[in-house]
């Protein structure tokens, strides 16, 4: 068995919880991380984060709170899938401090956090065994391991499996190998084997990354199902692109630099400026649809 502790998460939620007293004496707030809130899945509070001589992430302060779903976007090498890696608990910040799903770095056991944490990106698809059909794919994800060993999935396993691989426009794909799907259709069974676990979190880095557009727009029409879930995982996804910002994702997160450039709602955050900004090219934002378009205004261009 091959223990997948890089990538998606196990079973159930994270136990890991803020510690309370009562009828404490009061600390200065300079002094102690922002209080937890229930409704918070994640706080970063004035993180940074070196490696050697190089700062990757500095000063990162980030509030995702429950009903919230989160974009993330940014040129290369803007920290994007560290900070990710961070919220993941596979990097510790170097500086400040972390709190997810309830539990404060330094405070919680990692490991069981990240059980209530789905990862989803093109990396996993290629660790993933080629001869497994996609539906053990999919059950492997209830045990966090690449592949089906010594697991003994029962019924209820591959029934929720198959629900799932369903839900998500694909359930004819259960008894095919993973190896002959198209690489749309791994990313959509890869998803459905990170919702295995029933996760609190879900984590998706850059998903539709080497997709062409019929298999793009497939893998969104499954996002923005889940988004819309009322009772579904809060969503980070790592983007270069503003439309794959599907309806249905309420928030923003712009880096430039391993620094917040811009953090709020989608509304007040995809704007031509902001987004120019980071991105660091003149840029007009368009909407259709829901969606978002960046076109590049170069010089001389009439808007």
């Keep these: 068995m091959v223990r997948d502790d890089t990538a998606t998460a196990g079973r159930g939620e994270a136990e890991g919880t803020p510690r309370h007293t009562t009828d404490a ?13 229930r409704a918070e899945v994640v706080r970063l509070h004035r993180v940074t984060l070196r490696r050697g001589e190089t700062t990757i992430l500095s000063n990162v ?7 919230e779903h989160w974009a993330i976007l940014g040129p290369n090498g803007s920290g994007k899938t560290t900070l990710l890696q ?3 608990g596979y990097l510790h910040p170097s500086e400040g401090t972390a709190a997810v799903l309830g539990g404060e770095f330094g405070r919680v056991d990692l490991r069981e956090m990240r059980r209530g944490i789905g990862w989803v990106s093109p990396a996993l698809a290629e660790r993933l065994h080629p001869r497994d059909t996609a539906l053990d794919v999919v059950v492997s994800g209830a045990f966090a391991s690449i592949g089906l060993f010594f697991e003994k999935p029962g019924d209820s396993h591959r029934e929720a499996a198959l629900g799932l691989l369903e839900a998500l426009g694909c359930g004819h794909l259960a008894t095919r190998t993973f ?28 998903p539709a990354a080497g ?14 199902v889940l988004v819309s879930l009322p009772d579904g995982p809060t969503v980070l996804l790592v983007t270069h692109h503003l439309e794959e910002i599907v309806p249905g994702f309420t928030h923003a997160l712009l880096l430039a630099g391993g620094r917040v450039s811009a953090a709020g709602p ?3 955050v995809l704007t031509g400026a902001s987004v120019s900004g980071a991105m660091g ?9 829901g969606r978002s378009w960046a076109i590049v205004r170069r010089d001389g261009d009439e808007a």
Excluded at 61 to 67: E, F, H, I, K, L
Excluded at 182 to 203: C, I, K
Excluded at 212 to 223: F, G, M, N, S, V
Aim: glycine share 4%.
């Design 61 to 67: 302060d980030w509030c995702v709170r429950r009903s």
């Design 266 to 268: 989608r509304s007040t």
């Design 281 to 289: 090219v003149r840029l007009e934002v368009l909407e259709r649809g």
């Design 179 to 206: 190896g002959v799907l198209s690489q749309g259709e791994r990313q959509r069974v890869v998803l459905a084997r990170a919702l295995m676990s029933d996760p609190r979190l879900l984590v998706l880095d850059e």
């Design 25 to 37: 004496a009061p600390v200065a707030p300079s002094a102690i991380t922002p209080a937890l809130s």
């Design 86 to 88: 961070v919220v993941a």
């Design 211 to 224: 997709l062409d557009i019929a298999a793009r727009e497939d893998l969104l029409e499954a996002l923005q």
